[in-house]
């Protein structure tokens, strides 16, 4: 401000106490500090509109005729009310705070637990429409989905006012939001007046009254609280999509360039019938390069038959060997639910980081026999075994893409999270809100 | 941001493991590490005996 603004001095007709007009040439109602009697300040001789009846007391945050900078404009807090709406039987209060500057006009503050508002008085009047089949309105070129509407009564005031301003005061109010804003109605018996507001940090309101103390911490979300993980949960799926397509390239990489090279492949045959022992050594053969894995992968012709295989690679030179089992099975068949059947006729398995050298394998094929499974007949198969050194291995790679799928999802889901919390304080709550700041933009 | 970072750095990581894991040749598979098989195997196999071979097995069918 230039110059401070010219300030009258009056006497309440009530308490007698000093009552300063700041803003004499525009003000309407002038409410003092004292005794909290609504005057009118547009006669001479201050008459009394209204008595203040209540008991308690209310302290601003912002004191009246603090004075603080916003967007670098002075402004001066000149008046002060407490307003409330009853939904389902619970009050719920909020204070607004009527900034003055003599160039600008005025300007408005709101705040209900810890959630800061910079309002101000909109010109264009915003279009009505519809956003998933629920009431908005656009103005501004931002579209803004319906709250809440409530009637709200104003409980107490402070100050002065360039409106009639009484205790008991009633409007009908709707909020609009599209999260950092609000757009509100407020419908009377002879107008409507429409404002829109830009959440703001408590912190920041302070600084700029200078006030010492810390604002109070804010509880809850509120409409129009910015969601903190809105820019986070794009930034997440842009990372995973990054991510993945590095690890799609690193797997394309790991296709093209392993070895895969076959070190073995023959074919055998087994019957319970031969008394002999079963188990037998194969030829030595080379895995070459670095340490690296074996694949070895049995193809059978059984049919409703299991084999097993007891199998050890052994390192010719060292005696290391590497020792497993693996069973085959394969049936199949019909009953009263239709068509079944279990397992394959196929198996495969990778033995991990086995160091280069030369290698036999041992096999110990198992078929079930008399003695064990009670039958009669002799049970044979034809078997295949096929060893393929450094073979690409993608359960890996399926693992690290559900890895990567954590971050992105938690924050998806403390988004719908927050989102949920701010519609269920709405018209809407437990039902579809959406959930979703989309009006706005994402950041 | 700090968010970004780290699940930048967490992915890089992940990548970084698979690529280890693929190029030293790991497995989820389970084998049986047994060092000091006599290699009198290659001419009897039957003195070998797998551990394996003595575990419950699958008789299939429904």
Redesign the interface.
């Known amino acids: 401000m230039a110059t401070p603004p010219q300030v009258k001095a009056l006497a309440c007709p009530n308490c007698g106490a000093g009552v300063q007009v700041r803003t004499y040439a525009r003000t309407l109602n002038v409410v003092c500090v004292n005794c909290l009697t609504v005057l009118d300040a547009s006669t001479p001789e201050l008459q009394i509109l209204q008595k203040f009846e209540g008991a308690t007391r209310i302290r601003p945050l912002v004191p009246l005729g603090k004075r603080g900078k916003l967007e670098s404009e002075a402004w001066e807090n000149i008046g002060f009310q407490v307003r409330e709406i009853v939904v389902d039987g619970v009050p719920y209060q909020w204070h607004e705070y009527l900034l003055f500057n003599p160039y600008k006009g005025y300007r408005y503050l709101t705040e209900y637990d810890g959630h800061w508002n910079d309002v101000k008085t909109l010109k264009s009047i915003p279009s009505p429409c519809t956003v998933s089949g629920k009431p908005a309105v656009q103005v501004l070129g931002r579209t803004y989905r319906h709250f809440q509407s409530a009637e709200a009564t104003t409980v107490y005031v402070m100050g002065e006012f360039p409106w009639q301003v009484r205790v008991g005061d009633q409007v009908r109010v709707a909020d609009y939001v599209a999260p950092p804003f609000m757009v509100s109605s407020e419908t009377t018996a002879d107008e409507v007046t429409w404002s829109i507001g830009e959440y703001t940090d408590g912190r920041r309101i302070f600084q700029a009254f200078e006030l010492k103390e810390a604002p109070p911490a804010p509880r809850g979300v509120y409409a129009n609280q910015p969601s903190p993980y809105a820019g986070?949960t794009k930034?997440?799926w842009t990372?995973?999509l990054f991510?993945n397509i590095?690890?799609f390239a690193?797997m394309f990489f790991?296709s093209i360039f392993?070895g895969n090279q076959v070190v073995l492949d023959k074919s055998y045959y087994f019957t319970t019938a031969s008394k002999g022992?079963?188990?037998?050594?194969t030829d030595v053969f080379e895995l070459k390069g670095?340490?690296?894995?074996?694949e070895l992968t049995t193809s059978t012709d059984l049919d409703?038959?299991?084999a097993?295989f007891?199998?050890?690679l052994?390192n010719?030179a060292t005696?290391?060997?590497?020792?497993?089992?693996r069973?085959v099975?394969?049936?199949y068949?019909r009953?009263s639910d239709g068509s079944?059947s279990?397992?394959g006729r196929n198996d495969s398995?990778?033995?991990?980081?086995?160091p280069p050298g030369r290698y036999?394998l041992?096999v110990?094929p198992?078929m079930?026999s008399d003695a064990s499974?009670g039958g009669s007949a002799d049970h044979r198969m034809n078997y295949r075994l096929q060893l393929r050194r450094?073979v690409?291995?993608n359960?890996?790679?399926w693992f690290?893409a559900l890895?990567?799928l954590v971050?992105?999802v938690f924050?998806s889901l403390r988004r719908a999270g927050f989102e949920t919390r701010r519609w269920n304080e709405s018209d809407y709550a437990g039902g579809s809100s959406g959930g979703s700041d989309s009006s706005s933009s994402d950041d | 941001m700090i968010f970004g970072k780290l699940f930048l750095t967490y992915g890089l990581a992940i990548l970084a493991l698979v690529g280890i894991a693929e190029y030293r040749g790991w497995s989820l598979n389970t084998v049986n590490e047994v060092k000091g098989v006599p290699k009198t195997i290659r001419n009897n196999p039957g003195a070998y005996r797998s551990h394996f071979m003595f575990l419950p097995r699958y008789i299939g069918g429904k």
Request: hydrophobic residues 40%; contains cysteine.
């Open positions: 986070r930034r997440a990372t995973w991510l590095l690890l690193l790991f392993t022992e079963a188990s037998f050594v670095r340490i690296s894995n074996v409703n038959d299991w097993y007891g199998f050890a052994v010719e005696g290391q060997g590497y020792d497993f089992g069973e099975s394969c049936y068949g009953d079944w279990e397992g398995v990778v033995i991990p980081s086995v036999y041992r110990e198992e079930q499974g450094d690409p291995y359960a890996f790679f690290a890895l990567l971050p992105p924050t």
